[in-house]
């Protein structure tokens, strides 16, 4: 059932692309998705054709057989995508955009900047992304450990197999002009390219938190503060701290729950989970674009009508935003993780909502904004008081009321639970939101 759902899901991503590419497509286009494994969808013809659907017909698809080449190319793309050096859409097909990739990897790894991958460069890559989709118990603690996040594994990796570099800090201060590969890999484009303009970061270092889709939650979520003593609400100082182990432990439940959903998905591997998931990345963007700069409800409808729009089961789409949620969360794709969680609390789920402030507050995959971060995390403590479903503690009544207390601290509330007399809270006025 797992399953169908997440063809579903993916069917259901292809759909939304059409509303949220509005310039770029007409209203009456018809969306083709083909996704990642050999599984093909149809999507459906959007609002436009909806009212007069033409004659039901039969129609065979026949998918062609990949190349092992080109699912070799793909794979690498994905594990590209995967620690952050962004090659694009994983279609097995080298391009600039891969080059590009190949090249960050390399100056992030001290290896000659060539746009193209020797064996060994490969090797140390994959096996590298896939010890992050095993997720072992060693592999989860030095990634949750180490301030490179999955990255480390690549250090790692790199070091049993060639050793530590001999020199440091070259790549980041030494400006390197590389070449990227043109469409099959055969033919090296003339024009220099230098990799400091790359779109995801300076050459040689780790990324850093920007607004731009990506941000490192795993290297915030492994600061001592955060994984040090427990905040209670006897030992409660500063609200803040309360509320970002809140959020640190809401993410690896995200995880956790995504890798038990996505195991029960017969048939189709981790890294086409994370390939399909990807896709919500570009389709949720204009509505993560909002969370900065417009009020929580508006930007809830604007979500719930693209959701009416595309036509979309709600249950299957909760299913899949599920997975997708800490599947985004696991590979520090903030528009994943925001885009799914944006779903899940138009689809009727609010307690979804803390994460949206937690964002908002720190800058995470949007822009900052302490007040819209506060508009959504009041919203979500009211709405549970108000008996919505709990979704993180594990059922541990004692999170909500340590968030409930914190917000309400944060919001400018007395430093006491026994202030707010039965929800008080509620009656404060909430921090302005215009920017």
């Known amino acids: ?29 018809a969306i083709l998705g083909a996704i990642v494994g050999g599984m093909v969808t149809t999507a459906i013809i959007n609002e436009s054709r909806k009212n007069n659907p033409p004659p039901k017909r039969t129609v065979v698809v026949r998918p062609q057989p990949e190349s092992p080449q080109r699912k070799a190319n793909r794979a690498t793309q994905t594990a590209l995508n995967y620690f952050g050096f962004n090659a694009g859409y994983a279609d ?3 391009g600039p955009k891969t080059a590009g990739a190949v090249n960050r990897y390399q100056a992030f790894m001290s290896f000659p900047q060539t746009g193209k991958l020797t064996t060994v460069q490969h090797d140390i890559l994959m096996t590298a992304y896939n010890r992050g989709q095993v997720g072992d118990y060693a592999t989860t603690q030095l990634v949750n450990t180490d301030p490179l996040g999955v990255r480390a594994l690549l250090v790692q990796q790199r070091n049993a197999v060639l050793g530590p570099p001999g020199a440091t800090g070259a790549a ?26 790359a779109d995801d970061g300076p050459t040689g270092l780790p990324l850093i938190p920007v607004p731009t889709g990506n941000g490192n939650v795993a290297e915030f979520c492994a600061d001592p503060s955060i994984t040090g003593a427990r905040v209670t609400l006897a030992s409660m100082g500063e609200p ?16 956790d729950t995504s890798t038990s959903l996505a195991a029960g998905v017969e048939g189709v591997s981790a ?5 399909q ?5 570009p ?12 009020p929580r409800a508006e930007v809830v409808g604007e979500v719930n009508g693209f959701i009416a729009n595309s036509g979309t089961d709600r249950t299957q789409l909760a299913s899949t935003a599920e997975i997708c949620l800490g599947t985004g969360y696991r590979a520090d794709k903030m528009n994943v993780a925001l885009g799914s969680g944006l779903l899940l609390v138009a689809l009727g789920e609010p307690a979804y909502g803390e994460l949206m402030g937690h964002h908002l507050y720190h800058g995470f995959g949007t822009a900052a904004n302490e007040n819209r971060a506060l508009e959504w995390l009041v919203w979500t403590t009211d709405e549970l008081a108000a008996g919505a479903t709990p979704v993180f503690g594990y059922g541990d009544t004692t999170r909500m009321e340590l968030v409930d207390e914190a917000v309400y601290r944060l919001n400018g509330g007395a430093p006491s639970s026994a202030a707010k007399n039965a929800s008080s809270k509620g009656k404060l006025p909430v921090l302005d939101a215009a920017d």
Do not use: H, W
Not at 283 to 293: E, F, K, N, R, T
């Open 277 to 281: 998931c990807d896709q919500l990345g």
């Open 283 to 294: 389709v949720m963007q204009p509505y993560v674009a909002m969370l900065g700069s417009k």
């Open 92 to 94: 097995g097909l080298f």
């Open 172 to 197: 980041a201060s030494t400006p390197v002009v590389a070449t990227s590969d043109v469409d099959s890999g055969d033919t090296a484009a003339t024009t220099p390219v230098t990799t400091a303009e």
């Open 1 to 29: 059932m797992l399953k169908t759902k997440l063809i579903a899901l993916v069917a259901a991503a292809a759909m939304l692309l059409g509303p949220a590419q509005k310039a770029q497509a007409d209203a009456g286009d």
């Open 271 to 275: 890294a086409d989970i994370e390939a």
């Open 240 to 255: 803040v701290d309360a509320l970002n182990q809140a959020f640190c432990d809401a993410r690896a439940q995200a995880i």
